[in-house]
T-cell receptor, first 115, second 112 residues
Framework: GAVVSQHPSWVICKSGTSVKIECRSLDFQATTMFWYRQFPKQSLMLMATSNEGSKATYEQGVEKDKFLINHASLTLSTLTVTSAHPEDSSFYIC???????????FGSGTQLSVL | GNSVTQMEGPVTLSEEAFLTINCTYTATGYPSLFWYVQYPGEGLQLLLKATKADDKGSNKGFEATYRKETTSFHLEKGSVQVSDSAVYFCALTDTNAGKSTFGDGTTLTVKP
């Protein structure tokens, strides 16, 4: 199947710093990617929809100035957690939609720990 | 809004046992339904899907039927293996908005 690469797989940072997470579709072009947050033993919570060449659409309650999303090419979307705080510690997952399909392919996730 | 409710886990079975993981949904319109599987240390993978009422999705011995009348999409497998141990997520996709809603996940452990 299609491959979506997410990097880094884990990151530890100090409070107040910014962290960038990359999501790449390796063998297909994804005009739409999604970013989720997953708390332990809970479901994936959709944070935002990332559309290539346009602004991301954020879900209610998600701060767009804190979670910056850039989808500058058909194969790359990035999520930047700005001025991270301990409460931002979580598992972040991206997915990419196969063109003209509802099929989603997921990255392996990024565990963010903010000290 | 849309929601997905799936059977709470964890579920522990012996090898070759029958598996059912219940999933019900609430949605406006006619969503597509999915089961995803997350093996230890890996990302989510699509297991099977169904796009309309009475469709049956199947893959790797797993099956689920889109039941509009009961708004359900229960996952079944006749004989589980140790290698089926994973977390299973039921999900729906709003075909208009393109957004997916996930259940909380059910952890399955199969013992030899």
């Amino acid at each position: 199947g299609a491959v979506v690469s997410q990097h880094p797989s884990w990151v530890i940072c100090k409070s107040g710093t910014s962290v960038k997470i990359e999501c790449r579709s390796l063998d297909f072009q994804a005009t739409t990617m999604f970013w989720y947050r997953q708390f332990p033993k809970q479901s994936l919570m959709l944070m935002a929809t990332s559309n290539e060449g346009s602004k991301a659409t954020y879900e209610q309650g998600v701060e767009k100035d804190k979670f910056l999303i850039n989808h500058a090419s058909l194969t790359l979307s990035t999520l930047t957690v700005t001025s991270a705080h301990p409460e931002d510690s979580s598992f972040y997952i991206c997915s990419a939609r196969w063109p003209r399909s509802e099929k989603l392919f997921f990255g392996s996730g990024t565990q963010l720990s903010v000290l | 809004g849309n929601s997905v409710t799936q059977m709470e886990g964890p579920v522990t079975l012996s090898e070759e046992a029958f598996l059912t993981i219940n999933c019900t949904y609430t949605a406006t319109g006619y969503p597509s339904l999915f089961w995803y599987v997350q093996y230890p240390g890996e990302g989510l993978q699509l297991l099977l899907k169904a796009t309309k009422a009475d469709d049956k999705g199947s893959n790797k011995g797993f099956e689920a039927t889109y039941r509009k009348e009961t708004t359900s999409f229960h996952l079944e497998k006749g004989s589980v293996q140790v290698s089926d141990s994973a977390v299973y997520f039921c999900a729906l996709t709003d075909t208009n908005a393109g957004k997916s809603t996930f259940g909380d996940g059910t952890t399955l452990t199969v013992k030899p």
